[in-house]
């Protein structure tokens, strides 16, 4: 044992803590102990009464507010700090050996000036402080899908929303140490869990980095506290350094929902969905259906709301795990209206970050009701002239098994067969409610084609139209030209892949209003799609692909004017003509390494369009 595990092995005999058989872990952590200097070495094992301890330590500190136990048991109120408060992009980078392999959809910095950037700013930053290690899961605990990881982190908000968001603790541990010990007997290397360094430093934006070294499956984030950035199971490890794992395997980690529709026969078949952030992802996963359909005996399953790994089964088809255990949504906008099934999650044990307060300490945000709350997301007293009480990017963390919605399905370790795979983004104007590619290969297209307006679940400015290629541009962790190629590639023999479908439900008329009322309606475009899947449902052809006819949807009981549904439902031939120019435009951006078979893809489509 060298100096520094023995430091180790002291501090964890202090706190009584059980220390590892991994060998690999260990060192790591005793690493991590002598360069960060922590005043103590907590391992978390997960249990009721760690989780308790530590929220006692958080509400003494002020970290977390207790809410109202009459409406919320369990449930408490975090601050952040006003200067951190969504996902900073800018800061957010892929440090592969190659600076191609990042692409250019990726900010990126050579590895060794990363690690000596931040080892420089974790040097000593946890004195004073107590060091949190998680071993967590991916995926169902017993899954040959999940994957697992340990993050290393000062925040004892991060090791409470962790515990929600993941299979944390002693479980995910065992996992861990039993995969090294299997792979120490093979003569493998033995740390290929990912490892997550994290450190809320002083929350200084200037001094703020979240840092992922693919080849070393490691993640390095300072100086932030906020969700996406300091909870590295979530976007750090399950989509960008899950990307890159998994086009070196053969699957697919992607910013999807996942869920599950059973019609009145009592067939369910699953779809995967994705929409950038704060576009509708946990609405459409935890869907009402409308009283019609409800009445005839159709149901929604939630799998996931956000993130979705995939992989071909020995049938050809694809099948899905939600590698989370929870939610972590927007609260903004989530209301007995929108969302009965997440409001219905969040009465009891759930953690609030940002939203504001009612005189009789409940959570409020726009949106919810028309009570008028009593303090700010800052805390400061309620004043509408301040702007908005929640601030946008308001959130709340949740178990998953709470939601109403929620299936057992969520935790096969074999995953649910995916029917059809579903891209959309925000957009005001040109893109119809529903449409679908021809094949696979057109779908790649239609996904790398996919745009949307900026949210708030990123710093900077709200509202703009970006390319957001599958809702992955701030979570690939690779070159997007070697992401689609990756994409096609499944397109070979023994394959029986899903079709692919783009929808908008946020079409606006000239007036500025959205012209189709979403939330549960969206239901009546998902039979489409689950119709089209099985070739049951019509739809005319037309260059950009299948729309359905008024006639070919199921729109008994939608109070929808004639014009809405016409918009809705038409290609615009000269838009899409403008649409693909710039299409071509941007897939030029990344040079040769862009796959020939998505430029002939595009320029079939170019000339479809004709002109
Ligand atoms: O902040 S997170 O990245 O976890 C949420 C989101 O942007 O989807
Ligand atoms: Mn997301």
Not at 170 to 178: G, N, S, T
Not at 216 to 223: M, Q, R, V
């Given at each position: ?20 058989t ?40 002020g ?28 800061l957010?980078f ?8 990042a ?26 402080r107590t ?12 899954s ?13 908000y ?11 603790g ?8 039993r995969?090294?010990?299997e792979?120490?007997a ?38 932030s506290?906020?969700?996406?950035n300091?909870?590295l199971?979530?976007?750090c ?33 699953y ?13 459409l ?36 795990i939600?590698p ?28 609030f970050?940002n ?45 998953a098994?709470?939601?109403?919605s ?11 067969p ?11 104007s ?12 057109h ?8 745009g949307?307006?900026t949210t ?46 783009h ?18 309606e ?21 260059p ?31 838009g ?7 299409l ?21 489509v ?6």
């Amino acid at each position: 044992m060298n100096a520094l595990s023995k430091e180790v092995a002291e501090v964890t005999r202090k706190t009584g803590a059980p220390a590892t058989t991994l060998p690999a872990l260990e060192a790591w952590v005793a690493e991590v102990a002598a360069l960060t200097q922590p005043d103590a070495i907590h391992w978390c094992d997960g249990s009721d009464e760690e989780n308790e301890a530590l929220i006692a330590k958080m509400l003494t500190d002020g970290t977390l507010l207790k809410l109202n136990e009459r409406t919320h048991p369990g449930s408490y109120l975090h601050r952040s700090h006003p200067d951190d408060v969504a996902r900073v992009e800018h800061l957010t980078f892929v440090c592969s050996r190659n600076r191609d392999d990042a692409g250019p959809n990726n900010p990126w910095m050579a590895p060794d000036e990363a690690h000596a950037k931040m080892d420089a700013l974790f040097d000593g930053c946890m004195r004073g402080r107590t060091m949190y290690v998680i071993p967590y899961c991916m995926g169902p605990i017993d899954s040959p899908l999940a994957r697992c990881g340990v993050e290393i982190t000062d925040s004892p908000y991060v090791v409470a929303n962790m515990r929600i968001m993941t299979r944390m603790g002693a479980a995910a541990l065992a996992r861990i140490e039993r995969e090294g010990t299997e792979r120490a007997a093979r003569g493998e290397r033995t740390d290929t869990f990912v490892k997550g360094l994290h450190s809320t430093g002083e929350l200084d934006p200037n001094r703020r980095f979240i840092m992922h070294f693919p080849e070393a499956l490691t993640i390095k984030s300072y100086g932030s506290g906020y969700g996406g950035n300091a909870l590295l199971g979530k976007k750090c490890h399950a989509l960008r350094i899950a990307s890159w794992q998994a086009r070196e395997e053969g699957w697919l980690a992607e910013h999807m929902l996942i869920v599950g529709i059973e019609n009145p026969k009592g067939e369910t078949r699953y779809i995967a969905a994705a929409f950038p952030s704060a576009c509708g992802k946990t609405n459409l996963a935890m869907l009402i259906p409308p009283e019609g359909y409800r009445r005839d005996g159709w149901k929604v399953w939630t799998v996931g709301d956000d993130i979705c790994w995939m992989r071909p089964g020995a049938d050809g088809r694809l099948y899905a795990i939600n590698p989370e255990a929870g939610f972590f949504g927007v609260a903004p906008g989530t209301s007995s209206k929108s969302n009965p099934n997440a409001l219905a999650t969040i009465q009891r044990n759930t953690i609030f970050t940002n939203v504001a307060l009612t005189a009789d300490g409940q959570p409020w945000w726009e949106g919810l009701d028309d009570r008028v709350p009593a303090f700010d997301w800052r805390g400061n007293a309620y004043d509408s002239s301040n702007g908005p009480a929640a601030h946008p990017n308001a959130r709340f963390t949740v178990s998953a098994r709470q939601c109403p919605s929620w299936t057992p399905a969520a935790e096969n370790p074999q995953g649910v067969p995916i029917s059809a795979i579903v891209f959309g983004g925000r957009r005001a104007s040109l893109v119809p409610l529903v449409f679908q590619a021809r094949d696979w290969r057109h779908g790649v297209l239609v996904g790398a084609a996919m745009g949307s307006e900026t949210t708030a679940a990123a710093t900077g400015q709200v509202g703009v139209m970006r390319r957001d290629p599958m809702a992955m541009k701030p979570f690939c962790g690779y070159n997007f030209a070697d992401y689609f190629a990756h994409w096609l590639s499944f397109d070979r023999p023994g394959m029986k892949l899903p079709p692919i479908f783009h929808v908008n439900w946020f079409r606006k008329g000239a007036d500025g209003r959205f012209l189709w009322p979403g939330f549960g309606e969206n239901l009546r475009v998902l039979e489409w799609i689950l119709d089209r899947a099985e070739g049951r449902a019509g739809a005319v052809e037309t260059p950009i692909g299948h729309l359905p006819r008024a006639d070919d949807l199921n729109l008994d009981g939608l109070d929808l004017d004639g014009a809405a549904l016409q918009t809705l439902l038409t290609f615009d031939r000269d838009g899409w003509r403008a649409e693909f120019d710039s299409l071509g435009a941007y897939l030029d951006e990344f040079g040769a390494r862009m796959p020939q078979a998505l430029k002939d893809e595009h320029g079939r489509v170019v000339s479809a369009l004709g002109g």
